[in-house]
Each structure stands twice: as C-alpha cells, then as structure tokens.
C-alpha cells in the first residue's frame, strides 16, 4: 500500500533557529501533500496544501514567512520551520493523496506520515 | 466552513463493541472517513465510505452512514486493548482538503 516517510521523528531545537521537516511519498506520485499541525489533544489543523511545482496554499492565520514549504518533486515535500519559538513546539503530520486520485478517481486514502515532534527551547 | 464534531471519549470492556459516533455539516461530502492515531504517531486509515452509500463492513470494522442526518458511525466488534487510540473521522469533497473531527478517546478495559 502507498507509505509517506516523515523525518525526522522528533526534533528539539534552540529559539531562533529553523527547522526542515521532510515528506516522502515512498511508492507513489503525489502531485498534491498536506501539511497540519496538532497540538496535544487535540485533531489535526491544516496549515497548508503543497502542490507540486507551485507554490503552496496557506490556511488562514498560517504566517507563509514562518513555515516554509517547498514541493520541488512528485515525491518529496518540505516545511521549515524558520526562527522558532518555544510556541511552535508542536506535532506537525504531512499527507499525500495518491495522482492517480485524481485520474482514476479511485480512493486510495490519504496516507499520512508517521509525524514530527518538535520542541523548542 | 465545514464543521466534523465527534464525542471526546468512549470507554468500553474487552470484548464489547464499540461504537464511535460523527457528525458533520457540509453536505456536499464525498468521502468520509475513519483513521486511527496510536499515541505519538501519525494516522492510519482505517476505512472510507463514499456518500452514496448506507453501509460498508470490513472484518471487525463496520461504517453506517445517514446522509440525511449527516451522522456517521464506526462499530467495532470484539473490541481489543490494541484498538485503544484515538479515532478520527473526517470529510473530504473528493480533491479538496480533508476536514478532520475533534477525535474521540477509545479506551478499552482488560
């Protein structure tokens, strides 16, 4: 079935520096990946939708200067998280939907990566 | 905007089944959703359910959807301590964002 790799799994970092969190699709062309954001206990919250080879869409309140995404290939999808705050520290989760979503119209899901912890101090 | 609401939490004895509700507003819904999140980790997908039908089954897991109502429901039969996570439903028009519920707490008691 299709896998998304999210590394890293878990991040600690110093305030003012930035953060790259990467999104694999291992078996498949994803031509469109989602990036959210969790906060303990709490569901997912979409920060913004990569597509590929165009710049993404941010949800509102999502300040597109601090959380860079950048999807350069049908298989690799990235967000830095650039001069962190202590308030970013959170759990960030990417997805993929499957190109052949939108061809066939078949359902293959969203797969979702495993998520990245980041804490920063 | 779209609008998912779900129950916080559920506790349930081994062996029981389970039954997480959902409920949602957008009514031009294609596909819902349910996805499982064990503690620290992503989400996996546990089924899906295009709009236009009633019902689906898979092994223990069995989806009921009342469009009408827009109330959908996840049963699980034989309920086992690994099911204990949270569960998520979610709603998607097709090639549109997905819209996530608020998770509801299955905790399943030995």
């Known amino acids: 079935g299709a896998v998304v790799s999210q590394h890293p799994s878990w991040v600690i970092c110093k305030s003012g520096t930035s953060v790259k969190i990467e999104c694999r699709s291992l078996?498949?062309?994803?031509?469109?990946m989602f990036w959210y954001r969790q906060f303990p206990k709490q569901s997912l919250m979409l920060m913004a939708t990569?597509?590929?080879?165009?710049?993404?869409?941010?949800e509102q309140g999502v300040e597109k200067d601090k959380f860079l995404i950048n999807h350069a290939s049908l298989t690799l999808s990235t967000l830095t998280v650039t001069s962190a705050h202590p308030e970013d520290s959170s759990f960030y989760i990417c997805?993929?939907?499957?190109?052949?979503?939108?061809?066939?119209?078949?359902?293959?899901?969203?797969?979702f990566g495993s998520g990245t912890r980041l804490t920063v101090v | 905007g779209e609008d998912v609401e779900q129950s916080l939490f559920l506790s349930v004895r081994e062996g029981d089944s389970s039954v997480i509700n959902c409920t949602y507003t957008?009514?031009?819904?294609?596909?819902l959703y349910w996805y499982k999140q064990e503690p620290g980790a992503g989400l996996q997908l546990l089924t899906y359910?295009?709009?236009?039908?009633d019902m689906k089954q898979d092994q223990r897991l069995t989806v009921l959807l009342n469009k009408k109502d827009k109330h959908l429901s996840l049963r699980i039969a034989d309920t086992q301590t690994g099911d204990s996570a949270i569960y998520f439903c979610?709603?998607?028009?097709?090639?549109?964002?997905?819209?996530f519920g608020t998770g509801t707490k299955l905790q399943v008691i030995p």
């Open positions: 997805s993929a939907r499957d190109r052949l979503f939108s061809q066939t119209g078949a359902n293959y899901g969203y797969t």
């Open positions: 078996d498949f062309q994803a031509t469109t």
């Open positions: 990569s597509n590929e080879g165009s710049k993404a869409t941010y």
């Open positions: 957008d009514s031009s819904s294609t596909y």
């Open positions: 359910i295009f709009s236009n039908m």
């Open positions: 979610a709603e998607t028009r097709g090639y549109q964002k997905v819209t």
